[in-house]
């Protein structure tokens, strides 16, 4: 691994973003520009019963003008949201099977071209789908807001900024990667602690961020409207076979719906901290491995490359040192302490609404008891003091 601009450069880091996409783009040039008008004009067009009709009306548009990344990226987020708006429309009472061939082509084209999948993914949705109101303001809550909506008012702009205001905060440690493993090479004690405790306070900040969930996004709307919209087609009672994308395959495919469990920002911190989730069949490990195809090729390229580097809780069991150790737990308990927050979230925004009803994900696993078997094997890798 090389210097902290080097891996930016080379996986597609910010410095102070960390996965999220700087600065997006909110605008497509023409023919482009139609699939932006139907993005912005979701919640009014899906209410008015009109958002498929515009929809199968659209022209087939060839991906070729779409040059740059970040404007292949904003394709790829308005197309997924027309995606999600056509398949569920109303909620998911009455739902499409086929995907129609002019939106279908050009969004499995540029899926391919940017290595992601054809359906709404948290690089869209979060990463790549945010303003600052003054861009010369700070990345506050307040000086933000998304690019497009689903139904269900202010709870789209609480769930997705609040999750990237949780990246963001964790982010900030990425920085000091090269620095970590430099240390543990050198087997420099003083600046290996320094790391790590950089490391604890960024997810000890995140975890503060998470809080905001409260303010912004109410339980039942989040439940009953926007749960819906990210719901994919894996596994799916309504989509069993999963969604057909006419024109470019036969078959139907299966894709799994959008979730913060397609973030690179908590695997980073597992893979640096030596934390392994439990592996076989149907296993905590399996389904986030799975997850990584939902993530841009270049942030799974580095979750990678973070694999083949040198082991930091290996060297710290080596040192017996009590106050390395220290170290090396507080990053652990900062990820205990967020995946426990996050369980709480979990059991206030799905369990609880769904009262009686079976409790799945927009991931489609059995939640909470893979979220605490995550969680569990989080804790475990606390080293005796
Ligand atoms: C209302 C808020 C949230 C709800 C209801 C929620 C729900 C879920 C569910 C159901 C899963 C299980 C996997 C799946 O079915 O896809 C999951 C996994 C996960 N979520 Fe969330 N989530 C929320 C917010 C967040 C936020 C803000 C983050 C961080 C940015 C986050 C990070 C994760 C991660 C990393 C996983 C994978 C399991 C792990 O590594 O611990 N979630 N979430």
Redesign the pocket.
């Known amino acids: 691994m090389g210097s902290s601009q080097e891996i930016f450069e080379k996986y597609h880091i910010d410095e102070e973003l960390g996965f999220a996409l700087p600065k997006p783009l909110e605008e497509l040039p023409p023919p482009y520009d139609e699939w932006i008008s139907i993005a912005k004009n979701l919640p009014e067009l899906i209410e008015k019963n009109k958002l498929r009709e515009r929809v199968d009306q659209l022209q087939i548009h060839s991906i070729d003008g779409l040059k740059d990344h970040k404007s292949q990226r904003l394709a790829h987020l308005t197309l997924g949201y027309i995606t999600m708006a056509y398949v569920w429309n109303q909620g998911d009472k009455d739902v499409r099977e086929v995907l129609p061939k002019n939106i279908a082509v050009p969004y499995c084209e540029l899926s391919e071209k940017l290595g992601l999948p054809p359906i709404l993914v948290y690089a869209d949705c979060v990463l790549a789908n945010w303003k600052k109101k003054d861009p010369n303001g700070p990345m506050t809550y307040e000086n933000m807001d998304v690019l497009f909506w689903f139904p269900g008012g202010d709870c789209c702009k609480g ?1 997705f900024l ?2 990237l205001l ?2 963001i905060a964790a982010a900030s440690a990425i920085k000091v990667i090269p620095d970590l493993f430099k240390a543990v090479t050198n087997e420099d004690q003083n600046a290996l602690q320094k790391a790590l405790r950089y490391i604890a306070s960024s997810l000890q900040q995140a975890r503060k961020e ?1 809080e905001k ?1 409260h303010k912004y ?1 109410d339980p039942n709307t ?1 439940y009953n409207v926007l749960r819906i919209y990210l719901s994919g087609w894996k596994n799916s009672s309504k989509l069993p076979k999963g969604l057909k994308y006419e024109g470019f395959s036969d078959t139907p495919r299966e894709y799994a719906g959008g ?3 397609q ?1 690179s920002i ?1 695997q980073c911190f597992d893979v640096l901290l030596g934390i392994q989730q439990q592996s076989g069949e149907e296993s905590a490990a399996r389904f ?1 491995q799975e997850m990584r195809k939902y993530m841009p090729p270049t942030h799974r390229k580095f979750l990678l490359s973070l694999e083949s580097g040198p082991s930091v809780r290996e060297f710290v069991l080596s040192k017996g040192d009590t106050e390395l150790r220290a170290d090396y737990n507080e990053c652990v308990k900062a990820m205990v302490s967020l ?1 426990n927050y ?1 369980l709480e ?2 059991r206030k ?2 369990v609880d609404p769904s009262c009686q009803q079976a409790n799945k ?5 059995d ?1 909470m008891t ?2 605490k078997s ?1 969680r569990d094997t989080t804790k475990s890798f606390k080293l005796e003091k």
């Open positions: 769930f609040v999750s949780v990246e998470f969930i996004v989040f979730s913060a469990a973030s908590f986030l995946r996050h979230i979990v925004y799905i994900g927009t991931g489609g696993t939640l893979f979220l995550v």
